[in-house]
């Protein structure tokens, strides 16, 4: 136990021109990029929800990332919370 990293799980929502820009798919990118797991997914409302999962250097590298998104889209806002749960996910996709 002891040699196993921290495990930070976050819930984060994005709002702007977040749909139909690709980004999702690049989200999913940029995750297999930095190592993070968990999903991203489409909102009805517009927005993109992700939960993201990995090193606490993991996490806020897709945080960062995520409040730019891929070339097209316009973040207005982000937000996140931290999540306690006890699921670990294997790899990072669309849902």
């Given at each position: 136990m002891a040699n196993e990293p921290l495990i930070e799980t976050v819930m984060v929502h994005v709002r702007g021109k977040v749909?139909?820009?690709?980004?999702?798919m690049?989200?999913?990118r940029r995750a297999h990029m930095v190592g993070a797991t968990g999903w991203v997914q489409n909102r009805t409302?517009?927005?993109?929800?992700?939960?993201?999962?990995?090193t606490p250097d993991q996490v806020d590298q897709m945080l960062?990332?995520?409040?730019?998104?891929?070339?097209?889209?316009?973040?207005?806002?982000?937000?996140?919370?931290?999540?306690?749960?006890?699921?670990?996910?294997?790899?990072?996709?669309?849902?």
């Open positions: 749909q139909g820009v690709g980004f999702r690049a989200t999913v409302d517009g927005s993109v929800e992700a939960l993201v999962q990995g960062e990332w995520m409040g730019k998104g891929p070339p097209g889209a316009v973040v207005k806002e982000i937000t996140s919370h931290r999540e306690y749960i006890d699921k670990r996910y294997r790899n990072f996709q669309q849902l």
